[in-house]
Antibody, heavy 120, light 109 residues
Framework: QVQLQESGPGLVRPSETLSVTCTVS????????WNWLRQSPEKGLEWIGY???????HYNPSFESRVTISIDTSKSQVYLKMISLIAADTATYYC??????????????WGHGILVTVSS | EIVLTQSPGTLSLSPGEGATLSCKTS???????IAWYQQRPGQAPRLLIY???NRAAGIPDRFSGSGSGTDFTLTLSRVEPEDFAVYYC??????????FGQGTKVEIK
């Protein structure tokens, strides 16, 4: 049974950089896209982007200028880096898995999420 | 980006009642690739339905999905106490970015 666990800071100051790690326990094969999403009361659920095992990425245009998603298959970890944070980036950040097959690109496994607050 | 609009915003029900949740998309979704998720307080979303009408593993048959094109529905045939939660639809068709509706809260009347 695959499990995802996010880790990182709970508090980030405005204009600084957020770095969050998702550690995968279980199947970390090349059959999946590894995604980052976030959820806030104001914006709801938002898909940020994904990384494939090869390092190929795809981002939501709303985040593309500020986000980098990367992967380390040797560590079974996926990373999110977001720069120039503002208060509106306060949210719970989730990693989630999606299969590569088009019909199965839904998010079938989620981490518990990490609440990130942007405040001075 | 495909915009998903869910209605109603809140549904007040008694246990045992049925519920119909709507999700309308701003354009047709490729091959009706719509998923539904349930989110209980303090938890991550949980997959219920994929490809409009297919239940995910372990999901009881009181949950069903239907629809096509731009109109999709999640039906709960008899609401159980554990079903009181927020429900989201999501499109994962060929059009990126993948996007979600704003959610329907099912609450106890």
């Amino acid at each position: 049974q695959v499990q995802l666990q996010e880790s990182g800071p709970g508090l980030v100051r405005p204009s600084e950089t957020l770095s969050v790690t998702c550690t995968v326990s279980g199947d970390f094969s090349g059959s999946y896209y590894w995604n980052w999403l976030r959820q806030s009361p104001e914006k709801g659920l938002e898909w940020i982007g994904y990384v494939f095992s090869t390092g190929t990425t795809h981002y939501n245009p709303s985040f593309e200028s500020r986000v980098t998603i990367s992967i380390d298959t040797s560590k079974s970890q996926v990373y999110l880096k977001m720069i120039s944070l503002i208060a509106a980036d306060t949210a719970t950040y989730y990693c989630a898995r999606a299969k590569v097959t088009p019909r199965e690109r839904y998010f079938d496994v989620w981490g518990h999420g990490i609440l990130v607050t942007v405040s001075s | 980006e495909i915009v998903l609009t869910q209605s109603p915003g809140t549904l007040s029900l008694s246990p045992g009642e049925g519920a119909t949740l709507s999700c309308k998309t701003s354009q047709s979704v490729f091959r009706d690739y719509i998923a539904w998720y349930q989110q209980r307080p303090g938890q991550a979303p949980r997959l219920l339905i994929y490809a409009t009408s297919n239940r995910a593993a372990g999901i009881p048959d009181r949950f069903s999905g239907s629809g096509s094109g731009t109109d999709f529905t999640l039906t709960l045939s008899r609401v159980e106490p554990e079903d009181f939660a927020v429900y989201y639809c999501q499109q994962y068709g060929g059009s990126l970015p993948w996007s979600f509706g704003q959610g329907t809260k099912v609450e106890i009347k």
